[in-house]
């Protein structure tokens, strides 16, 4: 059974760069497409971009321009780089698996790593 | 403000049939993209519930089913138990925000 793990460090100060790794365990990192989604402290939830395992990837319109999303298929994972946190971008950060064809993903998360929670501050 | 809206809280006695509405507009589910649905315990990571308006994933039990008409979609939980009571959220794609993944603002379910 596939399982995600979400590592990287808790706190970030305010400026730097956010960088978060998700290790794929129980099975491949072909074939599929993976995505992180972030949740801010009691609200929803919020998708951030995802990366298919060819390297194409596609992130969100609003935070397209700080997030890099890159794969590491000979380790099984995949990473999140995010630019010039504030405060905002507090939050519960979660990998999930998007299954998908070889032209797009369906969009749906059917796998999801138990969450890393980072905090933005000085 | 969520692209899509759900209604922040709804509520039942055990055994009841409860619906969650999830309203979009003609660029996500107006446009006929599919609705899925995720149910977060308290304290842990969402899992998904339904997939595609109205699959179940292996493992969900029955009493779980969603559809979808228009710019709206539902999720119905029936028989309702104790451990249902969680967050649930709607999703689905925009194509009027460059391709994205929406997420509905969620729903409370309290089991009374």
């Known amino acids: 059974q596939v399982q995600l793990q979400e590592s990287g460090p808790g706190l970030v100060k305010p400026s730097e760069t956010l960088s978060l790794t998700c290790t794929v365990s129980g099975g491949s990192i072909n074939n599929y497409y993976w995505s992180w989604i972030r949740q801010p402290p009691g609200r929803g939830l919020e998708w951030i971009g995802y990366i298919y395992y060819s390297g194409s990837t596609h992130a969100s319109p609003s935070l397209k321009s700080r997030v890099t999303i890159l794969l590491d298929r000979s380790k099984n994972q995949f990473s999140l780089r995010l630019s010039s946190v504030t405060a905002a971008d507090t939050a519960v950060y979660y990998c999930?698996?998007?299954?998908?064809?070889?032209?797009?993903?369906?969009?749906?998360?059917?796998?999801w790593g138990k969450g890393t929670t980072v905090t933005v501050s000085s | 403000q969520s692209v899509l809206t759900q209604p922040p809280s709804v509520s039942g006695a055990p055994g009841q049939r409860v619906t969650i509405s999830c309203t979009g507009s003609s660029s996500n589910i107006g446009a006929g993209y599919d609705v899925h649905w995720y149910q977060q315990l308290p304290g842990t990571a969402p899992k998904l519930l339904i997939y595609a308006n109205n699959n179940r994933p292996s493992g969900v039990p029955d009493r779980f089913s969603g559809s979808k008409s228009g710019t709206s979609a539902s999720l119905a939980i029936t028989g309702l138990q104790a451990e249902d009571e969680a967050d649930y959220y709607c999703q689905s794609y925009d194509s009027s925000l460059s391709g994205s993944w929406v997420f509905g603002g969620g729903t409370k379910l309290t089991v009374l």
């Open positions: 999930v698996r998007v299954p998908g064809s070889a032209n797009y993903p369906y969009y749906y998360m059917d796998v």
